[in-house]
């Protein structure tokens, strides 16, 4: 069997994976973005190099997470990315009427305007989807402890709660 991946010694096993640190967006205008993701999504703005034109916000604390904001060129073409803040379901269910108390949409999953969260049944996941002001994607998420239930596919919240609970 071949593999592009190098053997590993069994005791070389990989360091267990428990969040996102880092992910860094491109943004148009780096003083709005930095305004709607300190002051609307309250995270704390760590430094901005002004000749970089960069920024770098602490999620929760530095310790946690980071994200990097970095603003482009003129040009028309512009990268749309994707993130997910990892919160607990009590802000989730929240997050709908705190973002359009900001005038933001709340989404769903397929960018729907959608005031609850929805329910991603094979995981299972709660997740609140919303754009900032360049356009992307941005989740709120919590993991659910109950069973799976990939024939759910992806619903509202409500749905999920009324929903008949699979035989075991």
């Not at 002004?50 to 997470?65: H, N, P, Q, S, Y």
């Not at 609140?128 to 402890?145: A, C, R, T």
């Amino acid at each position: 069997m071949t593999s592009s991946h190098q053997e590993c010694p069994a005791d070389a096993s990989m360091p267990h994976i428990l969040g996102l640190y880092e992910t860094h967006l491109t943004v148009a205008d780096l003083q709005r973005s930095i305004a709607f993701y300190r002051d609307i999504l309250q995270l704390e703005l760590a430094t901005v190099i002004e000749d970089r034109r960069v920024a770098f916000l602490w999620i929760d604390d530095k310790r946690t997470g980071m994200l990097g904001l970095w603003e482009t060129g003129s040009a028309p073409l512009r990268m749309r990315l994707h993130i997910a803040f990892r919160i607990s379901l009590d802000d989730v269910l929240r997050s709908a009427a705190a973002l359009k108390a900001h005038g933001i949409q709340p989404k769903g999953f397929n960018g729907e305007p959608l005031d609850e969260p929805v329910v991603l049944g094979w995981m299972p996941s709660v997740s609140q989807y919303f754009s900032d002001p360049d356009g992307h994607s941005i989740e709120f998420i919590h993991v659910l402890e109950a069973e799976a239930d990939a024939g759910f596919g992806v619903k509202p919240y409500s749905q999920w709660l009324s929903r008949p609970k699979p035989v075991a």
